[in-house]
């Protein structure tokens, strides 16, 4: 069971003017919000060979062709000043999630064990190119590019009183990676000229993992429990390692 979600899009503008008094600018903002759930519902039985749920929220803003900019500005004049300015917000929630009561079974024994993997992944793959040039007797211009991750979150919650069973080792996941690439730059000509540049990057990646009350994990083989699933984590591919008995996950308010 797969749910994928890609948002891609990108922007270019291109601005110029000149005269005894010039002044231009450009702006482009993009705002995304994305929400990817992969569920198995309450009460639901699973058994299967294999089992692998996934979520994935991809967010790809790609680099021009021959690296053009995204947005260029020029002006030029005996006084001449303006500025250009590239604003992208993201919001991503992506989440696997196993319902109330439901119950899934990985088939087969300990020494044929296959796949049973919940994962939860969000990827960021964006470049921005920002370029402004401002020439003139008073010549002043500024270039500001702003990336920033308004929510990123990538989650596995598993409901009340659910059970999960394998020979072999239950593996959670969720995770984010990507490449982010910002290239800002100003140039100014002027017998008094003052250029400025901003660029601007935040990245809040948050990951989290949650077991509800009374949900129970049943791996094969396994013989110690760390880490326990209702901690937040941030690595890769971390394997639930609990005893060859059922667990409990501890006790404590449900999340909704």
């Given at each position: 069971m797969s749910a994928k979600?890609?948002?891609?899009?990108?922007?270019?503008?291109?601005?110029?003017?000149?005269?005894?008094?010039?002044?231009?600018?450009?702006?482009?903002?993009?705002?995304?919000?994305?929400?990817?759930?992969?569920?198995?519902?309450n009460d639901v039985v699973v058994k299967a060979d294999d089992i692998l749920m996934e979520a994935t929220n991809e967010i790809s803003k790609p680099q021009l062709s021959n690296d053009n900019d995204n947005i260029k500005g020029t002006t030029g004049g005996v006084i001449s000043g303006a500025g250009v300015s590239s604003t992208t917000w993201l919001s991503l929630q992506t989440t696997v999630e196993v319902g109330n009561r439901a119950k899934m079974d990985l088939m087969g024994s300990i020494a044929h064990a296959r796949e049973f993997r919940l994962s939860a992944l969000n990827k960021l793959n964006t470049y921005e190119k920002v370029t402004f040039r401002t020439f003139g007797a008073l010549a002043g211009g500024g270039a500001d590019t702003?990336?920033?991750?308004?929510?990123?979150?990538?989650?596995?919650?598993?409901?009340?009183?659910?059970?999960?069973?394998?020979?072999?080792?239950?593996?959670?996941?969720?995770r984010g990676q990507g490449t982010v690439t910002v290239k800002t730059s100003t140039e100014t000509a002027g017998l008094a000229s003052v250029g400025v540049g901003d660029a601007s990057v935040e990245l809040n990646l948050s990951t989290q993992f949650m077991s509800r009350r009374g949900s129970r994990f049943q791996p094969g083989a396994i013989s110690t429990c760390s880490p326990e699933p209702t901690q937040t984590l941030s690595e890769t591919n971390i394997p639930l390692r609990c005893g060859p008995t059922r667990f409990r996950a501890p006790p404590f308010p449900p999340t909704g």
């Open positions: 979600h890609v948002a891609s899009f990108n922007a270019v503008v291109l601005t110029g003017s000149g005269g005894v008094l010039a002044g231009t600018g450009a702006s482009v903002t993009n705002n995304v919000a994305a929400t990817v759930q992969a569920a198995v519902g702003e990336l920033k991750t308004v929510q990123d979150l990538a989650q596995v919650l598993i409901g009340e009183q659910a059970e999960l069973k394998s020979p072999g080792t239950i593996r959670l996941s969720a």
